[in-house]
């Protein structure tokens, strides 16, 4: 807008102005309207999302038929991202009037709750995927999300192992719960309460008082379902330098163990089919894999005992380098897990 001034016309604002003329009716002071504005707001409605087991649906939709809730829209449901072969479950979008406050959305879901829905049913704002304040949990399978729905005040799952929650519990309070389903059913356990990546840099707030193998060792065994065939392999690395021709160095260290264990463990004839009984060579099935590792692939429970108690730990002298050797098994690493110390032998 170009205004008069001592020197000539002078810019005093950048926008649009509206002036209205009129011979008659009250009279308006000129408006100004920043370009920054947009052009028209327009309020929309908030949406919740309703998480349930399948089977808990019609139960629900016959609640949504109260005078009380007519005003809500429920709209068409949905597979849950949550849901499983043994435990179908579906989500429900609840759309509320403009009117209805976030309280009085909350005051009503919580009600829907207490009166017709079980403890499995869980509900979340659709605003949490941008809010930084949300954080998320991670889960090992997606039938362990009840178990912490009561240190919530909101939740929404975004994948099968990863939750988005709003929760006004202290840290020592979930670090106490998570270490409790940990060691009651620790497939079903969850590993970790963070911050969004966009808030703190997406910093851990609350762990299980477990080392970080043995929740890699849970996570993995949660996936595989726990089997012979997975229990009793068992992996050898060489914590020093032995350079890529490492063969000579392990095949003396395992002909040390075997006689150490009275186990007759043997190279892998086909290393890309190997049996129980028999080790690989990791770098001749993979060059890319790291030098001085072998998979062992054990008969039982006792030889990996046996391994352990004659390999982990110790120390080989190689030229004048001295290198250590580690094992990792996830049957022995998920004792380091709460709740798990009973079963140590």
């Excluded at 920054?36 to 999302?49: A, C, F, Q, Y």
């Excluded at 911050?195 to 609350?206: D, L, T």
């Amino acid at each position: 807008m170009s205004l008069p001034g001592p020197r000539g016309p002078r810019q005093d604002r950048a926008g649009l102005g509206m002036f209205s003329l009129a011979t008659e009716g009250p009279r308006c002071l000129p408006k100004m309207i920043d370009f920054k504005d947009p052009l028209v707001r327009i309020e929309g409605n908030s949406s919740m999302t309703v998480d349930m087991v399948a089977e808990n649906l019609p139960l629900f939709l016959k609640a949504m038929q109260d005078p009380a809730l007519v005003d809500i829209v429920c709209r068409q449901h949905r597979r849950s991202q949550l849901s499983s072969a043994d435990m179908p479950r579906v989500c429900v979008d609840m759309i509320f009037p403009v009117q209805h406050t976030e309280l009085a959305q909350f005051l009503q879901l919580r009600q829907l709750r207490r009166v017709c829905l079980p403890a499995s049913t869980f509900f979340g704002s659709r605003s949490m995927y941008g809010d930084p304040n949300a954080m998320i949990l991670e889960i090992n399978s997606p039938m362990a999300a009840h178990h912490y729905w009561h240190l919530c005040t909101q939740m929404l799952a975004i994948s099968r192992t990863k939750l988005l929650v709003y929760t006004e519990a202290a840290t020592e309070t979930w670090t106490e719960v998570l270490d409790r389903i940990m060691a009651v059913d620790m497939d079903s356990a969850a590993t970790r309460l963070k911050w969004k990546p966009s808030k703190n840099g997406g910093r851990s707030v609350a762990t299980p008082t477990a080392t970080t193998t043995a929740l890699t060792a849970s996570r993995r065994r949660a996936s595989n379902k726990g089997s012979p065939a997975t229990d009793y392999v068992t992996e050898l690395a060489i914590k020093g330098e032995v350079g890529r021709a490492d063969a000579g160095v392990l095949s003396k260290i395992m002909a040390h163990a075997c006689k150490a264990t009275g186990c007759n463990v043997k190279e892998a004839s086909k290393s890309t089919a190997p049996k129980a009984g028999e080790y690989v060579h990791l770098a001749s099935v993979d060059p890319t894999a790291p030098p001085g590792r072998l998979r062992l692939f054990l008969n039982s429970e006792e030889e990996v005992r046996k391994f352990y108690a004659a390999l982990h730990g110790q120390t080989v002298q190689v030229g004048r380098d001295l290198i250590a050797i580690e094992l990792a098994n996830d049957m022995i690493q998920l004792q380091a897990l709460p709740g798990n110390a009973q079963r140590r032998r």
